[in-house]
């Protein structure tokens, strides 16, 4: 029964011999009744004495050894048994496990699909980046999350009339031959979707992975950057050659 408890085989036999007799007993006469190795007796009947089951005493330079009472003993480990339960209820919490994978998307209804799921679980932010058209296809989408008190942020390629409250615009140049067609949603600062077009096809990336997240929102800045840089310098940009030059490269 001991056992049940967490109690050795060993402990168990010690504890047997020690309870069923009417005296105390010496180290030599439990490992002759309990058939536990003399040289592991002493290790056993330390633990014994350490878990409160056996107690010990010296009578004549001679140490003896008996067992805890057994109705003392039923309510020990009853007693413990309720408070180990009662600690099991309170500190058992849930943990939450992160979803490292970067999981590809092809097809662009797909694609959007899974944009709006995540846009429609938004909780603290959203941030997106994309060309008009496709903001204009989340518009209604995200306005209604700015109203429920979600902080949306938004970087659109094109003019657009809307009432979100943070929007940033982009009006590529006409030699901005480089500009690729694009999507960037970032939900929260704990999952992101970015797609692009690859051979005239929509294929996108989704993830959780807190390092592509991080990459993404400083890429998202970095966007808005540009845009607001381009926005309000752009004739002494576009007249500097080099600078020009290297602007007309960049994706954004």
């Known amino acids: 029964m001991l056992q049940k408890f967490g ?3 060993y402990e168990s036999q010690v504890f047997e011999v020690l309870a069923s007799s009417e005296e105390p007993m010496d180290a030599t006469n439990i490992v002759k009744y309990s058939g536990v190795p003399k040289s592991k007796i002493y290790e056993v009947l330390s633990r014994m004495i350490e878990k409160g089951m056996v107690l010990d005493s010296v009578s004549e330079k001679k140490k003896l050894y008996t067992a805890l009472p057994l109705p003392i003993v039923i309510e020990k480990l009853t007693t413990e048994f309720q408070e180990n339960v009662q600690q099991l209820k309170t500190s058992t919490s849930k943990r939450k496990f992160y979803d490292e ?3 590809s998307l ?10 709006k799921r ?12 994309a060309w008009q058209d496709d903001v204009l296809d989340y518009l209604p ?5 700015e109203e429920q008190g979600v902080d949306v942020e938004v970087l659109v390629v094109g003019e ?5 409250s943070n929007v940033h615009t982009l009006i590529p140049a006409q030699e901005h031959h480089s500009l690729e067609r694009f999507r960037l949603v970032v939900v929260d600062e704990t999952e992101v979707i970015f797609a692009g077009m690859e051979n005239q096809s929509w294929q996108a990336l989704k993830t959780k992975s807190r390092p592509f997240i991080k990459v993404f929102i400083e890429f998202f800045y970095h966007d808005v950057a540009l845009a607001k840089i381009n926005e309000k310098h752009s004739e002494l940009l576009m007249n500097d050659e080099e600078i020009r030059s290297v ?6």
């Open 160 to 164: 657009m009339d809307s009432s979100l």
């Open 101 to 103: 994978h970067v999981w």
């Open 106 to 115: 092809k097809v662009d209804s797909s694609i959007r699909a899974q944009t």
């Open 118 to 129: 995540l846009l429609q679980g938004a909780e603290k932010s959203i941030k997106v980046s």
């Open 247 to 252: 602007l007309m490269k960049l994706r954004y």
């Open 7 to 9: 109690f050795s085989q």
């Open 141 to 145: 989408l995200l306005e209604e999350k």
